[in-house]
């Protein structure tokens, strides 16, 4: 199944960051998330902005540094931005050269990990930043995963995104933090729609309970069902350990709740 | 004795962190902890409830905001950013200068 024009035309592309406490499960769900959608048919980049990524695992990438070079960039013109691309290089060649293929036709744009100070990836970031901006907004449907905590939520490293999923597991800590991510609609790069996934929950009653907290329905409740971890313990994706397993159900659940968001269609529905 | 405690999201630092220092003050130690995260939860893991671990978060950011002064010594940290925790341990939420004054 292929986009059709139609639908490229009629409807925008998905553009999502899952954010959340660290440990909460946000590459778990969107790395599952995006080669669901990618399932669809539909093309889907996935964006890490985590100087440790854990997103290459959930997709299967079988990678995890994956660095973008730093000569992609050349010194920007006096006044301007520190870092621009280099001339004939545009985003989408960028992600056509340098963004890993990954399983089910998903392709994954990261800086490249991050083993020393944080000064060896500046180049990187900033390529990796300006790809995200300049990028045709008809060409890929964006899920992205921002590293745990508010720091980078609040910095703006999700401002592509129109959609934040924030992901929490029934803990006070990790609703604590959940708290904090969802006056991010405050913010000045706002995302126009805030998404709640419950994570790791045991029983009917954690979802309740996160939701009365928060005070949000729950898009998806993905139940704690062992085989993510059983995955994690082996670097494995949960979607290729346990494909029909609970946490690939739920997770396909809020693939339908978020296209439904764009009003995609049928086409992408399955 | 200065310990930091560092590692991957939900690795378990936090919890890590209020069990030792509470272990040390229960041996008698004088005991401060200082929450360093720019999402601060060791008051939950220590014990002084949400409200608390809130209330000194919203001081981070009044200090951060420019709304509050920051404090010029350790004692005074401690004094206005603090809480007391159980197990004799100081509680402090702390966050760096971001941008100093030149001079």
């Known amino acids: 199944m292929s986009v ?133 907004r008809d060409s890929w449907h964006l899920v992205g995963d921002l590293p745990g905590g508010t720091r980078q939520a609040m910095f703006g490293w999700g401002k592509y995104a129109d959609t934040v999923c924030v992901v929490v597991e029934p803990t006070v800590k990790s609703m604590h933090t959940a708290r904090r991510l969802l006056t991010l609609s405050g913010a000045r790069w706002g995302p126009s729609r805030l998404v709640l996934v419950v994570n790791k929950a045991r029983d009917g009653s954690d979802a309740a309970r996160v939701s009365e907290r928060l005070g949000l329905e729950a898009a998806a409740v993905v139940p704690h069902d062992g085989t993510a971890g059983r995955a994690d313990r082996r670097g494995a994706a949960p979607l290729d350990s346990a494909p029909g397993g609970p946490l690939a159900g739920a997770v396909d659940g809020l693939v339908d709740h978020v296209v439904s968001l764009y009003s995609l269609g049928r086409e992408v529905t399955q | 004795m200065k310990i930091a405690v560092v590692g991957k999201g939900g690795a378990g630092k936090t919890t890590t962190s209020a069990v030792l220092a509470r272990t040390l003050g229960r041996r008698g130690a004088r005991v401060v902890a200082l929450d360093c995260d720019t999402n601060p939860n060791l008051g939950l893991s220590l014990g002084v409830g949400d409200s608390e671990t809130e209330r000194l978060l919203t001081l981070r950011e009044e200090v951060g905001d420019g709304a509050a002064d920051h404090a010029p010594t350790w004692e005074d940290i401690l004094d206005r950013y603090g809480a007391d925790a159980p197990d004799g341990v100081r509680l402090s939420v702390i966050t760096r200068i971001e941008n100093p004054e030149p001079g």
């Not at chain 1, 998330?33 to 299967?60: E, H, N, T």
């Not at chain 1, 660095?67 to 931005?81: K, L, M, N, Q, Y």
């Open chain 1, 4 to 136: 059709t024009g139609s639908l490229a035309e009629s409807a925008s592309m998905i553009r999502v960051a899952f954010v959340g406490k660290g440990g909460a499960g946000k590459s778990t769900i969107a790395g599952t998330f995006a080669r669901l959608l990618a399932r669809r048919g539909q093309p889907v980049l996935a964006l890490d902005s985590d100087p440790m990524p854990g997103l290459p695992y959930s997709l299967g990438v079988g990678v995890d540094d994956h660095p973008i070079p730093d000569d992609v960039v050349v010194a920007g013109p006096e006044g301007g931005p520190r870092w621009v691309l280099r001339p004939g290089l545009d985003a989408a060649a960028i992600v056509d050269r340098y963004a890993a293929r990954c399983p089910d036709g998903v392709r994954y744009l990261q800086f490249g990990n991050l083993w020393g100070h944080v000064v060896r990836l500046q180049q990187a970031q900033h390529a990796w930043s300006q790809v995200v901006e300049e990028l045709d």
